[in-house]
């Protein structure tokens, strides 16, 4: 056999070689969230549904004392339709006069989100709703996060305060605002516009 080899040039390993089969893969079980961890992400999705996959994974360690890959808890997020839209579409196709004060209030609001430091380091974000004839504030609200609910929530107290049950008809009252993220996701946009 070994003049064989020498005289085809071959290598012994080639000839000696046998395929074998490859093993069988052992099929790990896929985990699954218990019950207990279900209830709580749909309960923090509930309080605000722009939560993301890391900050649940984040307030279930936090307030739920429960520690669980992020690969689980998007998994269980996206099996429920909890996840976050991707590709937005960020800015607004309105012209832009330059000219933003009105004659008659109630006819033009805009509105804005501010920082303010506090002496102990932590940001307060406060949103407010005024009319451009007298730059009266209409709505405002304050907190530690600003999201586009607590926008809405901000413009239904001023439609409630300023017109009562009678809302003003279809393109009688502009909203101005930037091209910040709580101004542009689409629930509110189409909440507005109704």
Sequence with gaps: M???IKTLGVAKSSVYYKAKPYPERKRTVRKELCEQ???AVLEITAKKSTYGVPRVKALLKRDYGLN?????????????GLLITRHRT????????GQIAVEKPNTRWASD????????????RVAFLLDCCDR????WRAGKHMQAVDIELMVQ???HSRFGENLPGEE???????????????????SLKS
């Design 172 to 190: 009688k009252l502009q909203f101005l605002h930037d091209n910040g993220p709580e101004f542009i996701e689409k629930k509110l946009k189409a």
């Design 113 to 124: 989100i501010t920082s303010i430091k506090c002496w102990n380091g932590e940001k307060l």
């Design 2 to 4: 070994n003049r064989i």
């Design 136 to 139: 009266s504030i209409i709505a």
């Design 90 to 97: 960020r800015g607004s196709s309105r012209t832009h006069t």
């Design 37 to 39: 961890m279900k209830l």
């Design 68 to 80: 669980v890959t992020k690969y689980m808890v998007h998994r269980y997020m996206k099996e429920e």
């Design 157 to 159: 107290q001023a439609l």
